[in-house]
């Protein structure tokens, strides 16, 4: 896109004063989102103050809003990378209040979660997942996709959707399918977050001496789209359970916010592994909670087939 300035050291070369400002003038009134914005405040924008701010208005259209024409962050238009420009009324004029970009919105939740929460960090083949690229090779795998694209297509921010609890054994693309969502919501400007859980729980418990535990808690907890991948392979202690995994589950069921995991248990087994903990000690009517919790949240989705990390 060309700049402000060098587009108008263009005009002032070509033609007369005053047809290169009748064609700026033109150009500007014709632009649907200018027009959008005096048709909202008509009555306050007057012709006087259109003229007084032709060039505003003018760096206002040359930007691309809500990343319109922007193919990723790293490839913005705008004069400032991930901000966009809004039309407000000062006093007698038209001014521009640049705000965050729908995708600047998101990498900074997420560079803000990953300075956070180390587990957050997952392997390069995971970032650049698709739908496009996941094997259709057995009917549960071609079943769990279509659960997977049905929510992507069909969730707005604020929709009470449940989740989905991918379960089956060692390396069948489960934490890849995630990572596909997970992408494909960004593409919608939707931000999720990713926990791998074991290493989730084994930095919370590091974190009590430093009593940041609460608010690594409450990223995880009130994240608007949350997946932990490969619950039931952490060591689990009664603390972990109850304290950390049945106050992120209570939350979100009570806020109805979407959840998705990914384990190698299904319910019947990971309610084994969450009724006894290191101790050996048996709590089965604290791990039936947690259950309840996982059920109210999610559809168990079996992925099977045969191990692609071999």
Request: glycine share 6%.
């Amino acid at each position: 896109m060309e700049k402000i300035n060098n587009t108008l050291k263009r005009l002032a070369a070509s033609g007369s004063f005053q047809q290169r400002y009748e064609q700026m003038k033109k150009e500007i009134l014709e632009n649907n989102d200018v027009k959008d914005f005096i048709r909202r405040n008509e009555g306050l924008v007057t012709g006087e103050m259109v003229n007084e701010s032709l060039m505003k208005l003018y760096e206002y259209i040359s930007q691309s809003k809500e990343c319109r024409y922007c193919p990723s962050l790293q490839e913005c238009k705008n004069m400032m990378e991930g901000y966009d420009p809004h039309l407000v009324i000062r006093g007698n004029t038209i001014d521009i209040d640049y705000h965050r970009c729908p995708r600047k919105v998101i990498h900074d939740e997420r560079t803000s979660a990953q300075r956070l929460i180390k587990s957050l960090y997952v392997p390069k083949d995971i970032l650049q997942a698709s739908f496009s690229t996941l094997d259709l090779d057995s009917k549960s795998r071609l079943e769990a996709v279509r659960l997977a694209k049905n929510f992507v297509e069909n969730y707005t921010e604020g929709t009470k959707m449940k989740g989905l609890y991918f379960y089956g054994k060692f390396g069948v693309g489960k934490s890849y399918l995630l990572g596909a969502m997970a992408n494909e919501l960004a593409e919608k400007k939707i931000a999720s977050l990713i926990v791998y859980v074991p290493e989730f729980f084994r930095e919370i418990k590091q974190s009590l001496g430093d009593n940041s535990v609460n608010e690594k808690l409450e990223m995880v907890k009130a994240a608007p789209i949350l997946m932990l991948d490969d619950i039931g392979a952490e060591t689990m202690s009664s603390w972990g359970r109850d304290e950390i995994l049945g106050t992120i589950l209570q939350y979100r069921m009570l806020e109805n916010l979407p959840t998705f995991f990914t384990s190698n248990f299904n319910f019947n087994e990971l309610t084994h592994h969450l009724t006894y903990s290191q101790r050996g000690e048996e709590e089965k009517l604290k791990a039936a909670r947690i259950m309840e919790r996982i059920k109210y949240l999610s559809q168990p989705v079996l992925i099977d087939g045969r191990n692609r990390r071999e």
